[in-house]
């Protein structure tokens, strides 16, 4: 789900397929933040995964919700190295998905995901020291602590090992740029390009 609370605290986390949602996610579980509400995260509800919603439906389900007083934030990636991430990620063995689910949404602008008071932080900037002092003030937690998830998951009973993250994977091939996939990206994402680059 979007939200994730501890204890008290809540903080409102918008995942943008293909720009580090699983480590985000993981690093608020292990800091203590746990999904809230009344879904999975990988719940099919409107036709789209509960983590990946857009804006208009979380807009519509958490209405109250966001009116509260919490951080919101999501990230950005480079339109053009998103879309690469996401073509390459069809051709990848089943073995290595940690879920298999339909992508056919991912490849939503980025745009449709934020509101004009997501806080965003930019993939390219990384997930280091400054990611993580920005994750502090964001949530005004200053023990927020970042951890590298592990490359498999155990997976379901019995268990069963996925990959978490997959283009850590050794036989790992990200799919090459071509002029075409250059255009189609300057006119499907312009603004995303318009917004953040």
Known sequence: MPIYKREVKKVFFTHIPRTGGRFINYNLKKNGYLSYGPHEEHDMIWGQECCYWTRAHYERLFKDELKETMPHFGIVRNP????????????????????????????????????????????????????????????????????????????????????????KHPDYKKIEKTDEIEEYVKTKYADDLTRWY
Do not use: A
Request: without cysteine; aromatic residues 22%; negative net charge.
């Open 80 to 167: 053009l190295e998103r879309y690469l991430s996401m073509k390459s990620y069809e051709t990848y063995p089943d073995d290595w998905t940690f879920f298999n689910v339909p992508t056919s949404q991912w490849y939503r602008p980025m745009v449709d995901y934020v509101r004009d008071d997501t806080q965003i932080w930019k993939f390219e900037d990384g997930f280091g020291d400054e990611f993580q002092e920005w994750m502090r003030v964001l949530l005004d937690d200053k023990d927020f602590t970042l951890y590298d998830p592990p490359l498999y998951l155990k997976q379901g009973k019995p268990y069963s090992k996925h990959s978490m993250l997959e283009y």
